[in-house]
């Protein structure tokens, strides 16, 4: 029985509740006993108040028993990524600066999971202020890949990841600043949605890069991202960069939306660099689509080879900008020996971050800095709107594009310890992030070391009904999505 409830999708679970089959107590209760038993292997929890969980699940078995259910999250424990403020919960980023620090606010999309019903579990690892592309830059401890304890989850929403992979939360939410939710979740072998910027709310997210941060849900399927976009997507007056669209029915767009569609194979994506089994899975992909009736055509994204270079000026400026609130001073990790205020600013700050977070500071006010703010962050913005309309004027000719979601399987830990190494793992996402637009990964198959493969789906500016259809359609024609790791 347990094991059918953790690693049971929300939608089947919902039902099960609304049925009687299951309280939210019992399954709230497997999903902890699970944790327990796989946490101290897989390391994807930072905290957890198992107390309080069971407590928002007694409240939901109560309201579901007065006949006062609050929709189809009611009862389902959901886990947040560690930069999402949750009301007197730990919220740490990850890192040293924040240690002891604890939300006296919830962000808006814990909010709307509350209002939903949601019981909400625990608060899961990441690189450290969300930069990085493995967990290995936690300041807490590294989070393990559940398909093989001695390889990543990705990053930097690996524990968000593989809490959902190792069934320690039957749903996550990430976030992604380039590649965040979707990188991991093709590592870990789950379902990763990156929504357009500006659907989902970024109130009470702990700022990386404000221009490029978006919260999105970690699911084992596509209907299960579906029904989380519901919850947590719609306009919000407390951010300034939150949009006024129309949200739609998702799920029912699972069926409504049928397809054939018409969808791009952009080649700067499959070049060089691309691991042999990742390129063969996602060729079956291709041919999978085509099979069902789809019009594959082959795209171009000429400003592709410049996303790299554009994403680390930008990312790190907007970095060095959010961070420089981090002194020891207003808030945040104060060093006890300081002789001055210039050596406690120097001091906390050299002891609340680590080397990536540093690196990226440093690199942010550099290109920020007088003299080459033009040569540097200027220019970087520019190429940034030509990387937009690459993208616009291929979906003149497709809905969507099919590209693979990272260019190999999981790798070992260490084996990417040179910082260009691991940013060129994110070579494949983080053009989304720069124009702004959606995309899912979803698992696409395995590599002959039993790793998952992910492909990514990038759709049209707020048209994520279309994108999950796309993506629903293939993964009900496979069963990788079904797939558990032994652990």
Same mark, same amino acid.
């Given at each position: 029985m347990a094991a059918e409830l953790f690693y049971a999708s929300v939608a089947e679970l919902s039902r099960r509740l609304a049925e009687g089959g299951v309280s939210s107590v019992e399954l709230t209760r497997a999903v902890i006993e699970r944790t327990g038993t796989v946490d101290p292997t897989v390391r994807a929890f930072n905290s957890g108040d198992e107390a309080d969980a069971l407590r928002q699940a007694e409240a939901s078995d109560q309201r579901r028993a007065a006949g006062k259910t609050m929709g189809v999250l009611d009862g389902i424990p959901i886990g947040l990524k560690d930069v999402i403020a949750v009301k007197d919960q730990p %919220?740490? &980023?990850?890192?040293?600066? %924040? *240690?002891? #620090?604890?939300? $006296?606010?919830? *962000? =808006?999309v814990t909010n709307r999971l509350k209002s939903a019903g949601a019981v909400l579990w625990g608060r899961l690892n990441l690189d450290e202020f969300a930069m990085g592309s493995s967990t290995e830059n936690s300041a807490m401890h590294p989070t393990c890949n559940p398909w093989d304890t001695g390889c990543v989850p990705g990053?930097?929403?690996g524990g968000s990841a593989a809490a959902v992979a190792a069934g320690e939360v039957i749903a996550a939410l990430g976030s992604d600043t380039g590649g965040s939710i979707r990188q991991p979740a093709a590592f870990c072998g789950v379902v990763g949605l990156k929504p357009t910027y500006g659907l989902v709310s970024r109130f009470g997210l702990v700022a990386f890069a404000s221009s490029l941060d978006q919260i999105g849900p970690m699911t084992r =399927?596509? @209907? !299960? *991202?579906? %029904?989380? %976009?519901?919850? /947590? *997507?719609?306009? !919000?007056?407390?951010?300034? =960069?939150? #949009?006024? &669209? @129309? /949200? $739609?029915?998702y799920r029912a767009a699972l069926q409504t939306k049928q397809g054939p569609w018409k969808i791009g194979i952009p080649r700067e994506y499959f070049g060089d660099g691309l691991d042999p089994e990742v390129a063969a899975a996602v060729d079956k992909a291709v041919a999978f689509y085509r099979g069902q009736g789809c019009e594959i055509r082959e795209v171009s994204l000429p400003h592709t080879r410049y996303c790299l270079d554009a994403y680390y000026v930008i990312a790190t400026a907007e970095a060095s900008s959010n961070l420089a609130r981090y002194d020891g001073i207003r808030y945040g990790h104060r060093a006890k020996e300081a002789t001055d205020v210039v050596d406690l600013y120097c001091q906390s700050r050299a002891e609340g971050f680590g080397d990536e977070v540093k690196r990226r500071i440093i690199l942010g006010t550099y290109v920020l800095s007088s003299g080459y703010y033009d040569a540097y962050y200027l220019r970087a913005q520019k190429v940034r709107t030509l990387i937009r309309q690459d993208f616009l004027k291929a979906y003149e000719e497709v809905d969507v594009l099919l590209t693979p979601t990272t260019p190999t399987p999981a790798f070992k830990f260490g084996a990417k310890a040179d910082p260009l190494a691991l940013y060129l793992c994110d070579i494949y996402t983080i053009g989304v992030n720069l124009a702004g637009l959606p995309a899912v990964s979803l698992p696409c198959g395995f590599s002959g070391a039993g790793l998952p493969i992910g492909l990514q789906l990038i759709g049209r500016p707020f048209q994520e009904a279309n994108l999950l259809a796309v993506a629903h359609a293939f993964e009900q024609a496979h069963d990788w999505h079904r797939r558990r790791p032994q652990l």
């Open positions: %919220l740490t &980023a990850s890192s040293r600066m %924040l *240690a002891g #620090f604890v939300s $006296p606010y919830d *962000a =808006t990053g930097s929403s =399927t596509v @209907e !299960d *991202a579906a %029904l989380l %976009l519901q919850v /947590i *997507a719609g306009h !919000d007056e407390r951010d300034s =960069t939150s #949009f006024r &669209a @129309e /949200i $739609p029915d």
